[in-house]
T-cell receptor
């Protein structure tokens, strides 16, 4: 079985400061890892993914994520947060050979001006 | 580009009523799925399909039916609505391989 944990319900940062959203996962095989963002009353937008290769993955809107196999983590990062980054962020995992996505509970990010 | 289209966007049902949530994609994706989103619980998989004529249950299938007669469409049927089915429902599709899933804009369902 596969699962995702996002240990923080909320993350609050000041604009211009670094932003980190944490994610740990569990799969039986090799993981495919994803980050999505959801703005109020909208669907999920894809940010970035890790399939294989470089542990540091770059995505949309200046976000990046670091895959750490030994810690089974895939934390989302942004060096300098913007007020417009305020949203709900979801980490998701797929096991190798499976289509099904498992999502974390989500982390609400608030960036204050 | 239409992508994944869900209808309706909002719906209010009375307990015991039935309805169908529509989902259509124009990207010729093999895999389609339905999720429900509830506060603090993330997205939970209801049903999924790996191609026309093939469906299977996800994590929370009770009270829902699906069918996949074409590649494009994957409707979700609520047989007898219950207040516990009040939620936001998302349809998603993806091609084979390592790509991400594409999501519709969601249907907000309230059962009173």
């Amino acid at each position: 079985a596969q699962s995702v944990a996002q240990p923080e319900d909320q993350v609050n940062v000041a604009e211009g400061n670094p932003l980190t959203v944490k994610c740990t996962y569990s799969v039986s095989g090799n993981p495919y890892l994803f980050w999505y963002v959801q703005y109020p009353n909208r669907g999920l937008q894809f940010l970035l993914k890790y399939i294989t290769g470089d542990n540091l993955v770059k995505g949309s809107y200046g976000f990046e994520a670091e895959f750490n196999k030994s810690q089974t983590s895939f934390h989302l990062k942004k060096p300098s947060a913007l007020v417009s980054d305020s949203a709900l962020y979801f980490c998701a995992v797929r096991d190798y050979g499976d289509y099904k996505l498992s999502f974390g509970a989500g982390t609400t990010v608030t960036v204050r001006a | 580009n239409a992508g994944v289209t869900q209808t309706p966007k909002f719906q209010v049902l009375k307990t015991g009523q039935s309805m169908t949530l529509q989902c259509a994609q124009d990207m010729n994706h093999e895999y389609m799925s339905w999720y429900r989103q509830d506060p603090g619980m993330g997205l939970r998989l209801i049903h999924y399909s790996v191609g026309a004529g093939i469906t299977d249950q996800g994590e929370v299938p009770n009270g829902y039916n699906v069918s996949r007669s074409t590649t494009e469409d994957f409707p979700l049927r609520l047989l007898s609505a219950a207040p516990s089915q009040t939620s936001v429902y998302f349809c998603a599709s993806s091609p084979p391989g390592y790509t991400e899933a594409f999501f519709g804009q969601g249907t907000r369902l309230t059962v009173v």
